[in-house]
């Protein structure tokens, strides 16, 4: 891991994932990017300097920005830190950043959205979620210590999150955790448990050598499945990977992936395959 970014507001909830990013970055060795998104016109970035310099409440607003990014990463002086300002259109900005700098895990504060919110406007975090082709960790509580000890890989088990899995087996080892592998059985309709814990096995091999261990669990739901089984094990770590959804079946069923974001309480890691 070399670049890891954070986006910033400069609200607790963000500082608190600028101190996880720290940690990681003085764990790993790696680069901070400190980012924040500004009420600058949205063409900004295209726009020559004459035309800059003629927006004064722009400038005043972007030297704002700049001295709060500046006092932020005072506080991360023993590691790398790049800043960056951008203007108002922020996810487009980040997922163009993830791109441009290599950015190899995006770690983001939530305090997640209720109600109608979830669907149809959703948080920041949401959105970035769902747009960036890389990692994104999100943040709900202080961190004091990144120790991850025991974390919960959260799939149906198809073929095609064996590659998200050895990402992920290759984010975490690191920390030489026990790895719970879990698929939530919801219906009648779901597969047979024998099916389930079959299709586990490929994942169990890939493990090796770490700790690995398999369920199937049985809720009313996915996100809740996947959360109160994490609580009962005392998981320290979510991680699933993403899949797009159409944005008109995301409103009809929700996308599980950012259910859990909104609504667990322990960090979740999403993997963009």
Known sequence: MKNILVPVDFSDCSKQAASVAYLLANKFGAKMHLF????????????DETERQQDDWALETLQRGETKLSELKRWYADVPVETTCTDSDMVRNIAKYVQEKNIDLVVMGS???????????GSNTQKVVRSVHCPVLVIKNPMERIDFRKVVFASNFNKDDLPVFKHF??????????IHLVAIHTSLFDAPYPILKDAMKPFEETCRPLTCHSHVYQDLSIDEGVRSFSREIGADLIA????????????LIGSNVELLVNHSELPVLTIDY
Request: glycine share 4%.
């Open 240 to 251: 699933v990977s993403n899949h797009e959804r159409h944005p008109v079946k995301r409103m």
């Open 36 to 47: 924040t998104s500004l009420e600058l016109p949205r063409n900004w970035s295209e726009m």
């Open 111 to 121: 305090h997640g959205a209720s109600g109608k919110s979830e669907y149809f406007i």
């Open 169 to 178: 087996k290759n984010l975490i080892k690191h920390f030489v955790p026990e």
